[in-house]
């Protein structure tokens, strides 16, 4: 899953005795949080095709409880919610996760509504069409980006950092 991501992006190798092997979980957590069904319909098989079983979730209500009993590794988010928009998403991961990728995904193009996702703490905003190139290129940095700040444990992060040449 997110595993096969992080190897083809050089993080994680299980070949090379040279490189640390990092210890993530073999599922990472990805939450969808959508109230789009067509936008979930398109999307939903390119996260697939990464390797990702997204757990979808449509209200920020819902959100909220699944991000007090989940680790969460990853989320998308689309800009409208029933009951709230991507920014009310993006101020809920700041305050419980600070350290997970919400990758908000728009069926505009909007480059205002980009500019002040990235301003509001998005890592990266992804528009339609959603082509798979572009969705796997968002999901593997996320997770690179996870990895590194893995649970806050300083050594997670330090063979991370190891693994990206990063190390000082």
């Given amino acids: 899953?997110?595993?096969?991501?992080l190897e083809a992006s050089g993080l994680v190798s299980t070949k090379d005795a040279q490189r640390p092997t990092m210890r993530l979980p073999e599922s990472p957590a990805v939450i969808f949080?959508?109230?789009d069904q067509e936008i979930q319909e398109?999307?939903?098989?390119?996260?697939?095709?990464?390797?990702?079983?997204?757990?979808?979730?449509?209200?920020?209500?819902?959100?909220?409880?699944?991000?007090q009993r989940e680790e969460i590794a990853l989320a998308f988010c689309t800009n409208k919610l029933p009951d709230g928009s991507f920014r009310d998403a993006?101020?809920?991961?700041?305050?419980?996760?600070?350290?997970?990728?919400?990758?908000?995904?728009?069926?505009?193009g909007n480059w205002d509504e980009y500019l002040e996702a990235m301003r509001l703490g998005a890592f990266d905003y992804v528009s339609t069409p959603y082509r798979f190139p572009d969705v796997e290129r968002a999901v593997s940095n996320a997770l690179r980006?996870?990895?590194?700040?893995?649970?806050?444990?300083?050594?997670?992060?330090?063979?991370?950092?190891?693994?990206?040449?990063?190390?000082?």
């Fill in 33 to 35: 949080a959508s109230g």
């Fill in 1 to 5: 899953m997110g595993r096969q991501l």
């Fill in 145 to 168: 980006e996870h990895a590194i700040h893995f649970d806050g444990h300083d050594e997670v992060r330090h063979e991370a950092e190891v693994a990206l040449g990063r190390h000082r």
């Fill in 42 to 67: 398109e999307l939903i098989p390119v996260l697939k095709r990464c390797g990702l079983q997204p757990l979808v979730i449509s209200s920020l209500r819902e959100l909220q409880m699944t991000l």
């Fill in 90 to 108: 993006l101020h809920m991961f700041k305050v419980s996760w600070a350290r997970v990728p919400v990758v908000i995904a728009s069926r505009l």
